[in-house]
């Protein structure tokens, strides 16, 4: 193994694991449980308030070895933690693999997992966290400009701002025309997606567009066939914008190719 693969194989180790513990805040945030939040003070059980040590908050792990029940009351927990964790943790060693090891990989993983956070916890509130957005949107934009800056390159971060700011404007626009067929939440979340996506190419970009447009058309099938009504049927546009983004940044998808940089 080189030294330059042993670097992106210690940062995808390391952002993993990172990846994995965010999973799991992300999990309470988004269905409220817990009587002591993660943020002060220890965690608990959300069934029985017994205070849970070190060893049962490793994400994944604890839950196999826990065989999925709480130590005190026996209750079962919940397989939407190690599946959170597991997708967390995956997106922030895939993101890294693709990648390599650099400080533009970096905020390719935050981004990416600022964008998750964002849409795991859509999934259930229906509602797009403002503090997660502002938090991604300012760590997203110093982390790339620390990026160009350390590179001397401008060119994708100018780019990737591009990409934000028409975004940004093409929401709007939908938002002002639809009355309501796009979100308030969504409006802030389309510069945050296609930063990251201008930043690696206008194919890219283009590439996330189309995946999410895909994402969305999938869920609204999936979200028809379970209400049996067509009509009606509230679309989890954040969640399929992160599934596009998350996606095109990971496989590294360039479409059309002559629009890679
Ligand atoms: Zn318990």
Redesign the pocket.
């Known amino acids: 193994m080189s030294p330059a693969q042993l670097d992106t194989l210690a940062m995808a180790l390391v952002l993993g694991a990172v990846a994995a513990n965010l999973g799991s805040f992300t999990t309470v945030v988004a269905h409220r449980e817990g009587t002591g939040s993660t943020l002060a003070g220890r965690s608990r059980?959300p069934?029985?308030s017994?205070e849970l040590s070190a060893r049962d908050l490793i994400p994944i792990v604890s839950w196999v070895l826990l065989r999925a029940k709480?130590r005190?009351?026996h209750?079962p927990i919940p397989i939407r933690y190690p599946a959170t964790e597991a997708a967390f943790a995956a997106i922030a060693a895939g993101v890294t693999i693709q990648h390599g090891a650099s400080l533009a990989t970096l905020a390719l993983v935050l981004t990416c997992l600022g964008v998750a956070m964002a849409a795991r916890i859509d999934l259930v509130t229906q509602t797009l966290p403002n503090p997660i957005l502002a938090i991604t949107a300012m760590i997203g934009i110093s982390m790339f400009s620390l990026a160009a800056f350390a590179d001397a390159n401008w060119t994708d971060l100018i780019r990737g701002l591009t990409a934000a700011g028409i975004a940004f404007v093409v929401a709007l626009t939908v938002y002002g025309l639809t009355r309501g067929g796009l979100g308030e939440g969504d409006v802030k979340f389309a510069p945050l997606i296609w930063l990251p996506l201008g930043w690696l190419g206008w194919g890219a970009a283009f590439a996330g567009y189309l995946v999410a447009a895909g994402v969305a058309l999938i869920f609204a099938i999936t979200i028809a066939i379970r209400q049996r009504r067509w009509r009606g049927v509230r679309l989890p546009l954040g969640p399929a914008l992160a599934s596009g983004v998350i996606l095109v940044v990971i496989a590294d998808l360039h479409w059309p190719a002559e629009l890679s940089r």
């Open positions: 059980c069934k029985c017994h709480c005190h009351c209750r």
